[in-house]
């Protein structure tokens, strides 16, 4: 499966029409073809999602066809009142909770969760550089501590701005667990960088620190 926008492109959410619903009744019909289409149309999102949860670009692809497979079995499940694109990404969220259950950690940097807010310099200096590569080793060490379903949430409303409500039927929770998980996540990402930061840095095994007089 190709990405075409690359692991570190934007997440899009693919504006459905009547020519969509109109593929997804001839693929519950048996048309290879018309499944086709539609894996062409939604593998980007679904890739990204997958990347976004696992951090692996060969697991997101892994995930992504798995993903794609597991729709097509159970085409006959879906419903037509429900968009075709959520219904995908709820499969591509609990396989990718059922495999984060099975690591014993998860790795995985916070930058690849929330959308950044900042415009990248094109060519960092050195010092910027250097900044940069240690905020995200501390952001992904503090993303350790995020276990897949509120990972999930995280992913589900900041990248891809699904509502509570869409959130909480594709990882079948509640309106209020799904606030509930998104307000712990935010907080416990705020509080494990503070906690960071407050830290003091060493150098060659030596704190920067004033001692003591």
Known sequence: MQN??????????????????????????GEADAFARLVEV????????CY???????????????TFLRAYRGLGRYEADRPFGTWLLAIA???CIDHLRRRRFFPLST???????ESADPAPGPEEALALHERQEQLGRISQALGPHDRAAIVLRYWYGLSYEEIGEALSLSVGAV?????????????RWLEQEA???TVRGRSNEPSAV
Do not use: T
């Open 93 to 95: 969220s609990h396989h």
């Open 42 to 49: 939604y593998q980007v999102p679904v890739y990204n999602l």
């Open 199 to 201: 830290q003091p840095v």
């Open 179 to 191: 606030k509930s998980r998104l307000h712990r996540a935010r907080r416990e990402i705020a509080q």
């Open 4 to 29: 075409e926008r690359g692991p570190e492109g934007s997440p899009v959410r693919v504006a459905e029409d009547d020519k969509h619903a109109e593929w997804v009744r001839c693929a519950q019909q």
């Open 111 to 117: 930058e690849r969760l929330l959308p950044s807010q």
């Open 52 to 66: 976004r949860m696992l951090g692996e670009p060969a697991e997101a692809e892994d995930a992504a066809q798995e």
